[in-house]
């Protein structure tokens, strides 16, 4: 959801508000009322929100095929087993 500057141009306030793209600007400022609350140019900015991609397709899954060739290439390779798993020597 993005999140957007305002400022009122009445007295000079300042805050960040999270509303979806779709919703209607707010125009009254929240600390003075003046209908002078408006959205500021700046630099783009969100919050994901809900489970996420992470959490629902790859979180747990274990990556067995890969964790098998490294163990087979440092068993055969005495010189790679003393390098870190993932090193660019190899």
């Not at 996420?52 to 290439?73: L, R």
């Amino acid at each position: 959801m993005p999140i957007y500057d305002y400022q009122c141009s009445s007295c000079g306030f300042k805050q960040e508000v999270m509303r979806k793209v779709s919703a209607p600007n707010v125009e009254a400022c929240p600390h003075c009322q003046a209908l002078a609350f408006s959205k500021q140019l700046s630099a783009p900015s969100f919050q994901l929100t809900g489970s996420g991609w992470y959490a629902t397709d790859f979180k747990g899954k274990s990556n067995s095929s890969a964790q098998n060739s490294e163990t087979t290439s440092a068993e055969s390779d005495p010189k790679s087993a003393a390098c870190n798993p993932g090193c660019a020597c190899h």
